[in-house]
């Protein structure tokens, strides 16, 4: 970790800082209605707490939860949760490279690994900004969610209702100001475009998570179709091991 | 919730994670592969997106989300600051909410 933090200073941005701030502003206000909502509902308090530690992935908590509270089993809220999590297998290759060789790092920096933390990171090519962005938003985000839950959990009744603050919003949001830079050519805008239709449609008809699952079929008009970038010397991600 | 459950899905969790990282390491992958990983990645992020603006559980949405999402999508496209894109979307939600639209 210590030398993660060494290189922090040299790729990150105030900008990205900034950003990652606010993005932990609104996961507070989340996390904090994950603990109200567990609690009220009538799971004990380290319910929430202790999910949050260990499974670090929002969606799947609120899945889990609200499987269990609307009287599941445990079996199931387990499945819903694994299901919504799968999409985090293909994050884990896309981002590999910001999480080096060292085998604590690694084990580190895959369960910090959220859509937040690898949206940051594809947000540069430069193997140093990408790092810093990757590092930086996963522990905040890590250290922010986490103390939101076990405030929601114990002063559940204090969180109005984040839906009318239009937090649900703010999620897709985020993910929207972070992704677009990364719609730079033709065939990755036509991939993602397939892949979202692809996503909304199957949704109605097959269990949660797996719909964003079937968006990579858009992938297959990005394999044919080979754009100008592809055909650059690509800047190569997985250069870390030189600047060590 | 019991212990095991919590502990069954974090575990499932973190091998969902691990994997790419720890095999990443193994093989060298050729240039057009690494290309469609990361392509993979901007796929589901905007799958993503796309599902969480539109729909609730297995149904639409109703109108005030989206539209929160599609004025950060504008404004995103526009190049305005990340800050802006966030607050606004949540505004227009939230006001939109207020006006009584679902």
Redesign the interface.
């Known amino acids: 970790m210590r030398s993660i933090w060494r290189t922090l200073p040299a790729g990150l941005d105030r900008r990205t800082a900034r950003d990652i701030a606010l993005v932990c502003v609104a996961d507070v206000l989340v996390g904090a209605s994950f603990g109200a909502i567990s609690v009220s509902g009538g799971l004990a308090w380290w319910v929430p707490v202790l999910l949050s530690v260990v499974v670090f992935a929002g969606g799947a908590q609120f899945a889990a939860v609200g499987v269990v509270l609307a009287g599941g089993s445990a079996f199931a809220a387990v499945v819903a949760g694994l299901v919504l999590n799968a999409r985090l297998l293909p994050f884990g290759f896309a981002v590999a490279d910001v999480l080096g060789t060292r085998w604590r790092t690694r084990l580190v920096g895959a369960h910090l690994t959220t859509d937040e933390s690898v949206a940051f990171a594809i947000r540069h090519d430069d193997p140093d900004r990408r790092r810093a962005a990757f590092w930086v938003c996963a522990v905040a985000l890590f250290g922010c969610w986490n103390l939101a839950v076990v405030a929601g959990a114990f002063a559940g009744r204090l969180v109005a209702d984040t839906d009318a603050f239009g937090l649900d919003a703010a999620f897709p949001a985020v993910l929207v100001a972070l992704v677009v830079p990364s719609l730079s050519t033709s065939r990755t805008r036509l991939a993602a475009a397939v892949g979202a239709v692809l996503a909304v449609a199957t949704t109605p008809f097959l269990p949660p998570g797996l719909p964003v699952l079937v968006a990579l079929l858009g992938l297959a008009v990005a394999v044919r179709r080979p754009g100008r970038r592809s055909q650059e010397p690509s800047p190569e991600p997985l250069d870390l091991e030189r600047s060590r | 919730?019991?212990?095991?459950?919590?502990?069954?899905?974090?575990a499932?969790?973190?091998a969902?994670?691990?994997?790419?990282?720890?095999?990443?390491?193994r093989v060298?992958?050729p240039?057009?592969v690494?290309?469609?990983?990361?392509?993979?990645?901007?796929?589901?992020?905007?799958?993503?997106?796309?599902?969480?603006?539109?729909?609730v559980?297995?149904?639409f949405a109703g109108l005030?989300?989206p539209a929160?999402?599609l004025?950060?999508?504008v404004?995103?496209?526009r190049r305005a600051p990340?800050?802006v894109?966030?607050v606004?979307?949540?505004?227009?939600?939230?006001?939109l909410?207020l006006l009584g639209v679902a």
């Open positions: 919730m019991p212990l095991v459950a919590i502990l069954a899905l974090a499932g969790t973190f969902f994670r691990v994997a790419g990282p720890v095999a990443r390491h060298e992958l240039p057009r690494e290309q469609l990983l990361s392509d993979a990645a901007v796929v589901l992020l905007v799958a993503l997106v796309a599902t969480s603006a539109l729909m559980g297995q149904q005030a989300r929160g999402v004025v950060a999508g404004l995103a496209v990340f800050p894109i966030v606004a979307a949540a505004a227009t939600t939230a006001v909410r």
